[in-house]
């Protein structure tokens, strides 16, 4: 590690005002008289939301999470300005390859929980010690226990924060990266602008800002693609037009009831993932509530909608730099693709290979947008075969 960056060991551990605040809010939940609609269709289930409201209030334990969550070794540090909390876990092979793990939202770095252990410990898992990891999960900044930024457009900077914590801060010359929402979106950029500290990037799906600019030509996929992508936006886009468009006029209604921060959040669990509209057969209710708990004990939500806005209100140099970066592209760095078919929005190989050099592609059997979550043994598993010839290779130039 650099002698000249502080890096801090950080424990979670929330004061007890927070969430006896927290407990007397759900207590206090004022909820609304619409009982002739309790279904999905028309957002959030009622009555599921106030069965987990109840389960929040009387038997969801934080403590216990916070035990599980400090199992793993976090930091604290300073990097290109901004305070980034981060998991650094050392793996345990003969010469662990380096990996950075880029959340999205509505989550946070709990995503990665599950499948942080087997990338780091293959063999304790059943797998191959020579497929061993450096993980390194950061918070992006404006989640969970990260900076808030002061300014907007922070999403066009986290590449550049993530390399500096990767090569300077923890004197890594060469690493891996995978993401997926957001995390895609940061992991295309780091291909971008740092191509000559990459091995190879592993995402979950193509980040959405491309269909930007559709092709004229699109293939018979590409376009069933685009129209998919067109009635999506129209049927229930509404959230991310409302987080670019007006995130403090939202912020302050969720950020003051835990209520409907839980409605905002698990919707979008339910909607993205491969549940089949039963939203416990992928996530427990400790696992919704501890990545919703952190949301309301860190005072993040407000902020998470950063990225939707950086996107939205970008100006014209902003763009023009970054259609710079797309002519040049991600072609020298190697890019591997676990799609799984529920995802929000599962793009066709045709439609990732116009900006990436796609050397896997893998359709999963199952699985959607939280990954880590549903399907941590396919992830892990495409993760290690898609960057184990890559371990020994050469980074291409910068």
């Known amino acids: 590690m650099s002698l000249q960056t502080s890096i801090e060991p950080f424990v979670v551990?929330?004061?007890?005002?927070?969430?006896?605040?927290?407990?007397?809010?759900?207590?206090?939940?004022?909820?609304?008289?619409?009982?002739?609609?309790?279904?999905?269709?028309?957002?959030?289930?009622?009555?599921?939301?106030?069965?987990?409201?109840?389960?929040?209030?009387?038997?969801?334990?934080?403590?216990?999470?916070?035990?599980?969550?400090?199992?793993?070794?976090?930091?604290?540090?300073?990097?290109?300005?901004?305070?980034?909390?981060?998991?650094?876990?050392?793996?345990?092979?003969?010469?662990?390859?380096?990996?950075?793990?880029?959340?999205?939202?509505?989550?946070?770095?709990?995503?990665?929980?599950?499948?942080?252990?087997?990338?780091?410990?293959?063999?304790?898992?059943?797998?191959?010690?020579a497929d061993a990891f450096d993980v390194v999960a950061p918070s992006l900044p404006g989640y969970g226990f990260s900076e808030k930024p002061s300014r907007d457009g922070s999403l066009f900077k986290v590449a550049k924060i993530w390399h500096t914590l990767m090569t300077e801060t923890l004197s890594y010359g060469r690493f891996g990266a995978h993401g997926g929402d957001w995390g895609s979106t940061v992991t295309e950029q780091l291909a971008r602008d740092h191509g000559g500290s990459l091995a190879g990037i592993h995402l979950t799906d193509v980040p959405f800002h491309h269909l930007f600019k559709p092709p004229a030509d699109p293939s018979p996929p590409e376009a069933t693609y685009l129209k998919a992508a067109e009635k999506l936006q129209k049927e229930s886009g509404a959230y991310a037009m409302l987080q670019s468009t007006q995130p403090h006029t939202l912020g302050p209604a969720l950020n003051d009831s835990p209520a409907g921060l839980a409605a905002w959040i698990i919707e979008k669990f339910r909607r993205w993932s491969d549940c089949g509209g039963r939203l416990e057969t992928c996530f427990t209710k400790d696992e919704l509530l501890a990545n919703i708990t952190l949301y309301w004990v860190t005072g993040t939500i407000q902020s998470s909608f950063g990225p939707y806005y950086d996107t939205a209100n970008a100006g014209a140099i902003t763009?023009?730099?970054?259609?710079?970066?797309?002519?040049?592209?991600?072609?020298?760095?190697?890019?591997?693709?676990?799609?799984?078919?529920?995802?929000?929005?599962?793009?066709?190989?045709?439609w990732a290979e116009r900006f990436f050099d796609v050397q896997r592609w893998t359709e999963m059997p199952k699985g959607g947008h939280f990954a880590a979550l549903e399907q941590p043994e396919l992830l892990v598993e495409d993760i290690r075969a898609f960057f184990r010839p890559l371990r020994s290779r050469r980074s291409p130039s910068s």
């Open 13 to 129: 551990r929330i004061p007890q005002d927070t969430l006896d605040d927290l407990h007397h809010r759900l207590e206090r939940t004022r909820w609304p008289e619409d009982s002739a609609h309790s279904d999905w269709d028309h957002g959030v289930d009622l009555g599921y939301l106030t069965e987990l409201v109840r389960y929040w209030q009387n038997d969801f334990d934080w403590r216990r999470q916070e035990r599980e969550i400090n199992r793993l070794a976090h930091y604290h540090t300073v990097v290109e300005g901004l305070d980034i909390h981060f998991i650094h876990e050392r793996g345990k092979g003969d010469n662990p390859l380096p990996l950075v793990l880029t959340h999205g939202f509505p989550d946070s770095f709990l995503r990665f929980s599950s499948i942080i252990p087997m990338l780091t410990d293959p063999r304790a898992h059943g797998a191959d010690p």
């Open 319 to 350: 763009w023009i730099r970054e259609m710079m970066k797309g002519w040049i592209g991600s072609s020298d760095v190697p890019a591997g693709f676990a799609s799984f078919p529920k995802d929000i929005l599962p793009a066709p190989r045709e």
